[in-house]
């Protein structure tokens, strides 16, 4: 066996995760954001994709949703957000949306919000413009 991890037959140290990765992709809703009055009258059309690093280990075994973040409380907080508060900026949604959840859930270590204007007006033939905020707990 070659410690240096050379020529095959060698055996690893099993080692358990060292964290705990959790998405939602897709959270899509009208919401009134954006620096144009129009915008704010009439809305525009937002998706938001929330990535977590947790260290929420005990699910992997225990396979409960008590031991875990539960994706349903992740997307009502994203739309409460988006209901209560209005924002120029998608980089200013995308960072309320981190810091909520980062408040709300003390499991998560670091949360990427990314927040996704579709068909944003006055830029012609463009899909969507998209501001990523990434929060770590300090």
Same mark, same amino acid.
Request: aromatic share 4%.
């Given at each position: 066996?070659?410690?240096?991890?050379?020529?095959?037959?060698?055996?690893?140290?099993?080692?358990?995760?060292?964290?705990? =990765?959790?998405?939602?992709?897709?959270? $899509? *809703?009208? &919401?009134?954001?954006?620096?144009?009055?129009? %915008? #704010?009258?009439? /809305?525009?059309?937002?998706?938001?994709?929330?990535?977590?690093?947790?260290?929420?280990?005990?699910?992997?075994?225990?396979?409960?949703?008590?031991?875990?973040?539960?994706?349903?409380?992740?997307?009502?907080?994203?739309?409460?957000?988006?209901?209560? =508060?209005?924002?120029?900026?998608?980089? $200013? *949604?995308? &960072?309320?949306?981190?810091?909520?959840?980062? %408040? #709300?859930?003390? /499991?998560?270590?670091?949360?990427?919000?990314?927040?996704?204007?579709?068909?944003?007006?006055?830029?012609?033939?463009?899909?969507?413009?998209?501001?990523?905020?990434?929060?770590?707990?300090?």
């Amino acid at each position: 066996m070659n410690p240096q991890g050379g020529s095959g037959g060698e055996i690893l140290e099993a080692r358990g995760p060292d964290g705990l =990765r959790l998405g939602v992709s897709g959270i $899509s *809703f009208t &919401g009134r954001h954006g620096v144009r009055r129009e %915008e #704010r009258e009439r /809305g525009n059309r937002f998706a938001v994709d929330i990535e977590l690093e947790c260290r929420l280990l005990d699910s992997i075994e225990t396979d409960e949703l008590a031991d875990t973040i539960d994706y349903q409380q992740i997307t009502d907080l994203v739309r409460e957000i988006n209901d209560r =508060r209005s924002f120029n900026l998608i980089e $200013s *949604f995308a &960072g309320a949306i981190a810091d909520a959840i980062l %408040e #709300r859930h003390p /499991g998560v270590l670091a949360v990427v919000a990314r927040v996704s204007k579709l068909a944003p007006p006055g830029l012609g033939d463009v899909e969507r413009t998209t501001a990523e905020v990434t929060r770590r707990r300090a």
